[in-house]
């Protein structure tokens, strides 16, 4: 297993850190890629009042020849690290790179620190960041203990920070070294510094302690397996793979309530929406076929909006849901579709494929007319099938078959598909923290709804992501630069997304009363929704050449 270089949370951390010379004061959120693979630099173009992050991606004229298999394509693209010889000297001159993070005028993102009565708080993000900090001192270090208790961390620079902000980042520090001692292959020691994380975190507590409890249980399991003290078959393993998955995709009250109260997945069902019109604007019959339909949510956005465009009064909206499980609960959402058509006076009728396998999958099973205008749409459809690379390329061998007008995809925004287990802990430990942080905003300390999500859905997924490998690893996320490189492989070719579909996500997040935590980036044509300037999700268009 490769060592857990501090190195590579460095470079990860200038994710979120980000360069002071790409950053402009009025931007929100601005985030610099992971890895700049062609060595350009983002810029911002403000639109109407807007600050969105622009890049220049031209993906289409890229050689397809470097990728000769899927295998190849989804797993790590970045870029090796460089061997230092003297790497303990050089940590030992590192100057922190996080100090900004904790005065007033942050520009990454203006709510990163707040005052408190008891001290200066700062966001989950840059506590990760300056327990980073921490770890990479720590390892630079001639004389160091296994456990970082020391009174105060960061002597009179950081002197304003709260008890608790102090706690947190040691928490953070602790766990990073733990992961190290993993990796080196140090396991009881690993164990000392999780028995310590474990005391000073829980399921309970605040974002870092919850985020910290759920990676400590998930290295434990790594421990386990790597020791022999279970099989691979046990915890996350090959036999949780389907259950996991299909928790994720399914349609439950949980997940129903928690979209009800986020600004995040609204917003990009809003702009997601608005996309699917902009793609078939004009058009009287339109059918829209849906990879993801879960709830059915975001199908009654679409319907208002196709009702009240102002130019084409639609004559008729099918809706065809494709999927290989929840064939009752799809059933349901069709009849409940069916039922909101009518109070808008709609003309509507839906469809359901239910395919065993998506192999099986056939544009002779979807009722096409040529007189309907084609859309296809998945918000986190995709990402299941990375494991399942056949099924995949299946799939989008019939939507191109099929040449719909626009398909629009939302995925998650992380890279979580890296065979190196530190590149995986490490940008998993910024994205679910986000994740955290933005259900404590949201849903507060004690509702049960936050603490389900968070042990059914984030704590298995942190599980999968850092204790699993090989087939057992079905949490994929790959980003968005991913995507891109795979779609290309059969003739797409993205598309920008309107102004409309812009505003969208952001009214959107202006009706919440924690809305200015979701930041909105763009990535060449696409939109990345995030929070407190995390990438969480990313939305896309796309059309066949």
Known sequence: MPAFDSRIFRRICNYSNGDVENREI???????????????????????????????HQVE?????????????????SPPFRSYEHK?????????????????????????????PSGLKISTDAVIRLGGERFIQSCSSTAMNDISISSHPYGSSFSGLSDQAVEDVQLIENLLLSAEKVTQQQFERSLKLLDWCDVMSSSSGGPIQRLVHYFSKALREKIDKETGRVVSSRGSGRKDVPNLAERVMSTNP???MLYEKSALYQAGHFSGMQALVDGVSGSKKVHVIDLSIKDGAHCTILMQALVSHPFCPIEHLKITAVGTNCKQKIEQTGAWLKSFAESINLSFSFNLVIVEDMLDFDKDLLELDPDEALGVYTSYGLWTMIA??????????????????????CEVAANLNSPNFVNRFIEGLFFYGALFDSLEEYLGREEEIRTVTESMHFGKGISNVVASEGAERVIRHVN??????????FGMKETELSMSSLYQANLVAEKFPYGSCCTFDRDGYSLVIGWKGTPIQCLSAWKFS
């Open 26 to 56: 009025n931007s929100r959120g601005k985030l610099p890629l992971l890895y700049e693979e062609d060595g350009s630099r983002n810029k911002y173009k403000a639109v109407d009042g807007f600050s969105f992050a622009t890049g220049n």
């Open 61 to 77: 004229h890229e050689p397809l020849k470097n990728f000769l298999n899927l295998d190849a394509l989804f797993l790590d693209t």
């Open 88 to 116: 303990m000297q050089e940590l030992a001159d590192i100057e922190s790179q996080y100090s900004e993070l904790i005065k007033p005028h942050t520009q990454s993102y203006e709510g990163a620190v707040r005052y408190e």
């Open 254 to 256: 949980v997940a129903t």
């Open 388 to 409: 399942q690379q056949d099924r995949l390329e299946s799939l989008m061998k019939v939507i191109k078959s099929i040449n719909p007008l626009v398909m629009v995809v």
């Open 480 to 489: 968005i630069d991913v995507w891109r490189k795979f779609f290309a492989r």
